[in-house]
């Protein structure tokens, strides 16, 4: 809506102040409704001068102070975008009941930080919280106020919001106020962002949470609980966390998990598998005890004896080098892109197929049943 000055004073005067008259006197709720939202609009709408805008300011207080849950909620929806909203105006709706207080919560620009702090600190309504939590923009004090609250859903809302500051030392405070919560950990991993150290916590965290319910609520012996968490971390470690880091960070990452003892064969044939291969160079870098530089010119000459050499150096099983050597080319000749990584695998094992290496080469049947796996396991 434009106006001329003019014509908003106009306004201001006839139909404003009309419609606030009307308001008082009418004992229609939804009347009154209708006639707030009209005022609210108006106030939206028209650019006041300092005297009109304290009348229109006392005027908004005393429709926030209405008994009516339904008019109260009808202002919060049609102010809350408003960045000429008093702060009292919104700090006054953003601490009713939630109904109201969610639009403000969400949107409203009038609120500072340390007013979100405190509303946050004060209440432990999820609506209210995930409001807040989603945002465009949650500050680093926010986020963190919302973490130590400790309520699954609304950190998980938190880390879907990539407008949310969420820092190392905030994902040190999930991991600490959520080890147990294992869907609050798997959103803060795909979010990204780890570091090594904290990724390799996770992964310890979940591996050994899988052994300790084998063994009590399974009955399974000790020995093949361990077995089987130690194939979950690795499924973790590759699957979960290696496929969210730069080159930068999976170097980070595999030298942590090498210097802790916990880098393995499997998990580098596996990282290959699933088409990563910074992890897969890594991997072989820290086996082979050489330079990163130096494997990637090994790798990059597409030679096979070098590919060979490389190998043998990082004590990987010989009886897996030519399908590993076969397999890094077709991956190498066949990036993911924008498929989603079903499709990619299945177009993976199709290529591979075609290229008759399953009938062919030694162990390439293991590589498929492990994309097949991975296929069956991803996303459409």
């Known amino acids: 809506m434009s106006l001329k000055r003019g014509e908003d004073i106009k306004v201001f005067k006839s139909s404003l102040l009309s419609d606030f008259e009307k308001f008082r006197n009418e004992p229609s709720v939804n009347s009154r409704a209708s006639l707030a939202n009209q005022i609210c609009r108006h106030f939206n709408e028209i650019n ?24 109260r909620r009808s202002i919060a929806q049609v102010i809350k975008d408003n960045p000429k909203v008093p702060t009292f105006i919104a700090k006054r709706l953003a601490y009713d009941v939630s109904e109201v207080a969610t639009p403000i919560l969400k949107y409203s620009q009038a609120l500072s930080e340390s007013d979100l702090v405190e509303i946050v600190q004060s209440t432990g309504e999820v609506a209210k919280l995930n409001a807040i939590a989603s945002r465009d923009y949650v500050p680093e004090n926010v986020s963190n106020s919302l ?43 795909k979010r990204g962002g780890l570091s090594p150290e904290l990724a390799s916590k996770i992964v310890s965290f979940v591996s050994q949470n899988v052994a300790e319910s084998l063994v009590t609520e399974y009955n399974i012996s000790t020995d093949i609980a361990s077995e089987a968490a130690q194939h979950a971390e690795e499924m973790i470690n590759v699957d979960m966390i290696g496929s969210q880091l730069s080159e930068k960070q999976t170097l980070a990452l595999v030298k942590h998990l090498h210097d802790s003892g916990k880098l393995n064969h499997s998990i580098v044939l596996r990282a290959l598998c699933r088409g990563d291969i910074n992890f897969f160079y890594a991997g072989l870098t820290m086996l082979a005890n050489i330079s990163y530089e130096n494997t990637i010119k090994l790798v990059k ?8 050499s490389l190998f043998k150096a990082a004590s990987m099983p010989t ?5 590993s050597y076969l397999l890094l080319q077709t991956i190498k000749d066949f990036p993911q892109g924008s498929l989603s990584p079903r499709s990619y695998y299945t177009k993976l094992i199709n290529k591979i197929t075609a290229l008759r290496y399953d009938k062919t080469v030694p162990n390439m049947r293991y590589f498929l049943a492990l994309i097949s796996n991975l296929k069956d396991n991803s996303s459409a």
């Open 319 to 323: 009886t897996m080098c030519k399908a």
């Open 147 to 189: 973490i130590e609250k400790k309520i699954d859903e609304v950190v998980d809302t938190l880390l879907n919001n990539k407008d949310a500051v969420i820092t190392h030392k905030s994902r040190e405070l999930i991991f600490e106020a959520f080890s147990q919560s294992g869907s609050v950990l798997e959103t803060m991993v």
């Open 301 to 308: 000459a597409n030679d096979e004896n070098a590919f060979n």
């Open 48 to 71: 006041f001068n300092p005297e009109e805008l304290e009348i229109i300011y006392d005027i908004l207080s005393f429709l926030t102070m209405d008994v009516e849950i339904t008019i």
